[in-house]
């Protein structure tokens, strides 16, 4: 079936802009998470959403990024006054239940300049 | 503080030369361990769970083993469809979040 899909698969955006980035999980999984990865670094934990609610957003830098599951499926990240510091590949992850294996998508390369 | 720490950075092979890649961590309480690999401009792709220690998984060229401490990866006769990023990961009991390490970048020459 299938995977993770997130969109777009690359955003550029000057600094001091908004964005967002949207995640579809697998089908099904009521787990969605959010991560952060920077150059040659394994991926940073953001937010952790079971069904609808926000169940872990101990990750999130500051009160610029948010994060919504409105559904319990489509997630959209969002990103208020973007810095640079914020460039990084944001990749998105779904379980089935949560306690189990997390399954990646293909990530969005966001650019700040 | 969960950490996880993975050695070596890199790791250049010939094909066909066995070697292991070591996950190091600590955790409050260990709910599984991880292995993903990651392609470059790609997400990371799971391999395996580990989740008590004496445990081992193999898929293909790839075998997994858990200690209290550690994990290795181990290799065996490597192609250069292998090369790749390897990354470990722990799940604690207190979160549903991964910890990741830096990864190890391994390069297979044909």
């Known amino acids: 079936g299938a995977g993770v899909s997130q969109t777009p698969s690359n955003k550029v955006t000057e600094k001091g802009k908004y964005v967002e980035l949207r995640c579809d999980p697998i089908s099904g999984h009521t787990a969605l998470y959010w991560y952060r990865q920077s150059l040659g670094q394994g991926p940073e934990f953001l937010i952790y959403f079971q069904g609808t609610g926000a169940a872990d957003d101990s990750g999130l830098p500051n009160d610029r990024f948010f994060a919504v599951r409105p559904e319990g499926s489509v997630s959209t990240l969002k990103i208020q006054r973007t810095e640079r510091g914020d460039s990084a590949v944001y990749l998105c992850?779904?379980?089935?239940?949560?306690?189990?294996?997390?399954?990646f998508g293909p990530g969005t390369r966001l650019t700040v300049l | 503080e969960d950490q996880v720490t993975q050695s070596p950075e890199a790791l250049r092979l010939q094909e066909g030369e066995s070697s292991s890649l070591n996950c190091s961590y600590t955790?409050?309480?260990?709910?599984?361990l991880f292995w993903y690999r990651q392609d470059p401009g790609k997400g990371p792709e799971f391999l395996f769970t580990?989740?008590?220690a004496g445990e081992e998984k193999e898929k293909e060229r790839l075998k997994a083993t858990l200690t209290k401490k550690e994990s290795f990866l181990h290799i065996t006769a490597p192609k250069p469809e292998d090369s790749a990023t390897y990354l470990c990961?722990?799940?604690?009991?207190?979160?549903?979040?991964?910890?990741f390490g830096s990864g190890t970048r391994l390069l297979v020459r044909p």
């Open positions: 580990l989740y008590s």
């Open positions: 990961a722990v799940q604690g009991t207190s979160s549903y979040k991964l910890i």
């Open positions: 955790v409050s309480g260990l709910r599984g």
């Open positions: 992850a779904s379980s089935l239940l949560g306690v189990d294996t997390q399954y």
